[in-house]
């Protein structure tokens, strides 16, 4: 199933370029599935993985993800997927409620995503300065308000075996990029 999403995801992402780079973006939800993969997670989740952002950001529904990859893959990429009629902030509001009170797989999901996104924004910013803010709908401030905030709530209902090493990596890059 996970090749399949993998293909999947890159006809669907065919053409779309990253919002900083010129690379392609299919490198993000690969980075993001092989994460997930490294950390021994299930096949549903990994394939979620290579999917997170086909229905936000192609012509792709959640029905075209059910009818290929079954109800728990939809559950999971559902989660995951913002509502782009919606403002910038209550989407955010709404991903932080998420992954608050999400089960555990739903919060994988989400932080591997978010520590791409964020590990790519600190070589672009590295690279180009200040500047890369510019291309986001959200400058520095709320960027910072979302990620710690999602940084404080990652935890929340987790034994402590059942964190991942890639949640302290997202913590620190986000003390990295923001500060404390």
Do not use: C
């Amino acid at each position: 199933m996970k090749e399949k999403a993998k293909a999947f995801a890159i006809k669907a992402h065919e053409g779309q370029q990253r919002k900083t780079s010129n690379e392609p973006y299919i490198t993000h939800p690969i980075r993001v599935a092989e994460r997930l993969e490294k950390n021994h997670f299930s096949e549903a989740l990994i394939s979620a993985g290579y999917l997170h952002d086909v229905v936000e950001d192609t012509p792709y529904e959640m029905e075209d993800i059910e009818r290929n990859f079954g109800k728990r893959v939809k559950k999971l990429v559902a989660a995951h997927t913002e509502d782009k009629s919606k403002s910038w902030q209550e989407r955010k509001e709404h991903t932080i409620a998420m992954i608050k009170n999400a089960d555990k797989e739903i919060k994988y999901l989400i932080v591997a995503d978010k520590l791409d996104n964020l590990l790519e924004l600190e070589k672009e910013i590295e690279l180009h300065g200040p500047s890369v803010w510019n291309a986001f709908n959200a400058g520095h401030d709320k960027q910072k308000w979302y990620n710690q905030s999602i940084a404080q709530n990652m935890y929340h209902g987790l034994q402590d075996d059942e964190i991942p090493p890639f949640f302290s990596m997202y913590k620190e890059a986000v003390n990295r990029v923001f500060g404390q």
